[in-house]
T-cell receptor, first 112, second 113 residues
Framework: EAGVTQSPTHLIKTRGQQATLRCSPI?????VYWYQQALGLGLQFLLW???????NRGNFPPRFSGRQFPNYSSELNVNALELEDSALYLC???????????FGPGTRLTVL | GENVEQHPSTLSVQEGDSAVIKCTYS??????FPWYKQELGKRPQLIID?????GEKKDQRIAVTLNKTAKHFSLHITETQPEDSAVYFC????????????FGSGTQLTVLP
């Protein structure tokens, strides 16, 4: 069974640009979570999508947004990039209504 | 919202010794407590989890204990091996709209050969 996949592996942008990150959950999983892992700050919850709907969002500005597609894959968009957005962005998936989350390998976003 | 504190931030042990990492949480509604291991450059991997209706859970050399009254839970690794060296994160989550994980700040475990 394939695990959670994310693309791209690395992404380099300049300040003010937009970034789009993609996540494919484990087959059969309908919930997708996004987390930011910035250096020295641990993992911070960004967004949660389930059955195509946004269920909750963390304490991040509105320029962090996303969506979930009918096949349950998900996209994270970061607008007006700032230097402090440089981080590893991790996606996790789970079965709807269950606790266990499995992580993807992450996308390393660097903002210059 | 939930707040999870994790200690220690770094831990060095001799191969074969035990390692203990402790976490406390603030929200009494949290009922799911996983532990993840993250090796350098790799994704976090779930190593063990416990739910609030259980006080202890074991899986070979790894065990987790939960004290709901005190709102703390701990990871115990026995007979440590060099391949146990990694960053370990505890986390907590609840039900309904609170299924997202709130993570502790991580513990860098180094097992010295």
């Amino acid at each position: 069974e394939a695990g959670v996949t994310q693309s791209p592996t690395h992404l380099i942008k300049t300040r003010g640009q937009q970034a789009t990150l993609r996540c494919s959950p484990i087959s059969g999983h309908t919930s997708v979570y996004w987390y930011q892992q910035a250096l020295g700050l641990g993992l911070q919850f960004l967004l949660w999508y389930d059955e195509g709907e946004e269920r909750n969002r963390g304490n991040f500005p509105p320029r962090f947004s996303g969506r979930q597609f009918p096949n349950y894959s998900s996209e994270l968009n970061v607008n007006a990039l700032e230097l402090e957005d440089s981080a590893l962005y991790l996606c996790a998936s789970s079965l709807t209504g269950t606790d266990t989350q499995y992580f993807g390998p992450g996308t390393r976003l660097t903002v210059l | 919202g939930e707040n999870v504190e994790q200690h220690p931030s770094t831990l060095s042990v001799q191969e074969g010794d035990s390692a203990v990492i402790k976490c406390t949480y603030s929200d009494s509604a949290s009922n799911y407590f996983p532990w993840y291991k993250q090796e350098l450059g790799k994704r976090p991997q779930l190593i063990i989890d416990i739910r609030s209706n259980v006080g202890e859970k074991k899986d070979q050399r790894i065990a987790v204990t939960l004290n709901k009254t005190a709102k703390h839970f701990s990871l115990h690794i026995t007979e440590t091996q060099p391949e146990d060296s990694a960053v370990y994160f505890c986390a907590a989550s609840g039900d309904g709209s609170a299924r997202q994980l709130t993570f502790g700040s991580g513990t860098q475990l180094t097992v010295l050969p």
